[in-house]
């Protein structure tokens, strides 16, 4: 059974850091690709990251880009989303998914009509 467990979330300044996990099991990391999302109250979900099963190569929207790096520890069945230089727009629920596709060792755009399990989610909030 596919799952994915989201933690790490909380609350930062302006200019903060915070670093989410997101802890898989059902599946190996190298087979699937891992995407990072999050929803602001009354917006739709926006897809921020993603990392590739195979090989790892991760790719990131404007809007993160140069402050958000995506990683992985596939021994600890574990992604990684550290987020620096928080502003008050970062504040959201974040999620990890994974694609459901044929070729789901590959990322998918990042809409979220392509990704078909999804963690609980994490809230973050950055607040002076």
């Known amino acids: 059974q596919v799952q994915l467990v989201e933690s790490g979330g909380g609350s930062v300044q302006p200019g903060g850091s915070l670093r989410l996990s997101c802890t898989v099991s059902?599946?190996?990391?190298?087979?699937?690709?891992i995407g990072w999302f999050r929803q602001a109250p009354g917006k739709e979900r926006e897809g921020l990251s993603c990392?590739?099963?195979?090989?790892?190569?991760?790719y990131y929207t404007d809007s993160v880009k140069g402050r958000f790096t995506a990683s992985k520890d596939e021994a600890k069945n574990t992604v990684y989303l550290q987020m620096n230089s928080l502003q008050s727009e970062d504040t959201a629920v974040y999620y990890c998914a994974t694609p459901t596709g044929r070729f789901n060792y590959l990322c998918p755009p990042l809409q979220p009509d392509e990704y078909g399990y999804w963690g609980q989610g994490a809230q973050v909030t950055v607040s002076s």
């Open positions: 059902g599946f190996s990391l190298d087979s699937r690709s």
């Open positions: 990392i590739t099963g195979s090989g790892g190569d991760a």
